[in-house]
């Protein structure tokens, strides 16, 4: 896509039903029909038409005002006008059956029906809930990326500085510490400062938050101990490994790459599908939610055969998905390899809480850039994946976002620092001085990411599929720190000021 043309942007609807609840993982209701388009934008025209209707209106701002679960009673005045759409289209009444409607409006607005859209924005406004952004081609990437910060900064944007606010002499002489101590590129921002407090409560050792002097490479390391990859760790280093995994030892690295195992072991299995994306300049399909969208995994699988077959890109991406919850089968399969990325390497790690998750989908699949404050390993199934990394010390470059973790960047994902867009570069000056570095890696291939690296990743033109394990950090690496002083402390001072407050309520602060 030539630089500067529009992109397709999809933004699934929520609660346009009535604070319909969320799909429970693994629940058969919301994929056991499946209207049509036309179907469904009778019902929604039929809602929006409901929800006019002033005696409705009038009920609804009674539940409102009264005391105690408002939510509750406003579900009980919308069901009795909601229960004959969900009995026509097929959907039992009640709960479940409004998670069925919603997700099923959810999917055909993400697969670009805009007709369906506006009858659900309709539905929002008249439950005094904000619209849906557009799905059709009408911001640039600079634009959403605009939007985002917008939405999030409560009027104070991501590169502001704290120290311009009206804060007491001691909450700015905490900054002031903070910024000799670390030397940021620009000023302090709400969201470095929330960022640096992460590092400190997660127990980031000190010389690891600090900025290298040199430009930071990524070693590949051929079948590593655990011990050789553990020196890495703790240096919070990332490390490419090779060799380290076959599929004698583990087969789900050739049976997960197998469509028709996957169909034959799970593919009645419902599981949650990311809907929102925009499509940079490059044809990246850039998706910025988590999975909202459900589908029975069968009909997913299809969904990427097609986009192979017809060279294009499926709407959904099923990125961040809990294996535990989604597909459990495929978690036996993993835990009954005789060896695995965790059993290998999961001595270098603390506890894995979090399970395993799955990204997996094809045509160029972007996620946006984030970190996370977990370690993480994963291993590529299939396909490629392209990362490209930043130091956490690069925070003060890539304009922290999406309070309350400030965990991603409204730089977009694989902008180039030194030939930036020049509305890019009046918008994120400081970004010129990231130093990402990239890393390429194929089937069997691993990557251990670190606690708080920030990444952009995408995949290759064809299917590719890649296992996470999140884990805390070893017990070796991790520091007990003052919560009372550094970052954390300046932030809790912050929080106590009546400008902190004014950014929280969207208020002019000077």
């Known amino acids: ?198 590092w400190e409560k997660v127990g980031l050792a000190r010389q690891v938050q600090l900025r290298p002097a040199q430009q930071v490479s990524v070693p590949r390391l051929e079948r590593p101990s655990a011990d050789e990859l553990l020196e890495h760790v703790l240096l919070n280093q990332p490390v490419v490994i090779s060799g380290a995994i076959n599929d004698t030892e583990f087969p789900p690295l050739r049976n997960f790459a197998d469509f028709g195992y996957l169909r034959r072991r799970c593919g009645s299995k419902p599981v949650k599908v990311k809907g929102d994306l925009v499509e940079d300049r490059d044809g990246r399909k850039v998706f910025v939610t988590d999975p909202a969208v459900q589908m029975p995994f069968g009909e997913y699988l299809g969904m990427v055969e097609e986009a192979e077959r017809n060279q294009t890109a499926p709407a959904f991406y099923m990125g961040k998905v809990p294996l535990s919850d989604e597909l459990p089968e495929l978690v036996a399969d993993i835990d009954a ?7 290998k390497y999961g001595q270098c790690f603390g506890p894995n809480p979090k ?63 030194g030939s930036m867009p020049s509305d890019l570069q009046a918008r994120c000056p400081h970004y010129c001085h990231a130093r990402p570095v990239r890393v390429e890696l194929s089937a069997g291939d691993m990557l251990y990411l670190p606690i708080c690296w920030w990444h952009g990743v995408t995949g290759g033109s064809e299917r590719n599929m890649i296992l996470n394990w999140w884990c805390e950090m070893h017990p070796r690496k991790k520091v007990v720190s003052d919560e009372s002083k550094g970052a954390r402390g300046a932030l809790a001072a912050l929080k106590k000021s009546e400008a902190y407050r004014s950014i929280q309520n969207g208020l002019p602060v000077m």
Request: with cysteine.
């Open 1 to 198: 896509m030539a630089q500067g043309s529009q992109l397709a942007v999809c933004a699934c609807p929520t609660r346009f039903l009535g604070w319909a609840p969320a799909m429970a993982a693994g629940a058969d209701a919301p994929v056991a029909t499946t209207p049509s388009a036309e179907e469904l934008r009778v019902a929604m025209a039929t809602l929006a038409k409901a929800y006019a209707d002033p005696d409705l209106q009038r009920r609804l701002d009674e539940a409102r005002r009264a005391r105690g679960d408002v939510i509750r009673r406003m579900r009980d005045v919308l069901l009795p006008v909601q229960t004959p759409v969900l009995e026509r289209l097929g959907f039992s009444p009640g709960e479940q059956g409004l998670a069925a409607m919603q997700n099923a409006v959810n999917r055909r607005v993400c697969e670009g029906d805009a007709r369906l859209r506006d009858l659900a924005n309709e539905c929002l406004r008249s439950l005094g809930l904000a619209p849906m952004r557009s799905n059709a081609g009408e911001v640039t990437a600079e634009d959403f990326f605009v939007q985002m910060e917008s939405r999030y900064s409560g009027g104070l944007g991501a590169g502001a500085e704290l120290e311009a606010l009206p804060l007491d002499p001691a909450t700015l002489a905490l900054l002031s510490a903070l910024r000799e101590q670390r030397r940021p590129h620009g000023g302090i921002s709400l969201g470095v400062l929330t960022v640096w407090s992460v």
């Open 337 to 343: 390899a005789s060896a695995s990325p965790i059993s």
């Open 355 to 417: 399970g395993i998750h799955t990204y997996f989908g094809c045509s160029r699949n972007t996620t946006a850039t984030h970190f996370d404050p977990s370690e993480n390993l994963l291993l590529v199934v299939s396909g490629s994946k392209t990362f490209e990394l930043y130091h956490p010390s690069d925070v003060d470059c890539l304009y922290p976002t999406k309070p309350p973790g400030y965990t991603n960047s409204v730089v977009p994902p694989f902008a180039p620092p």
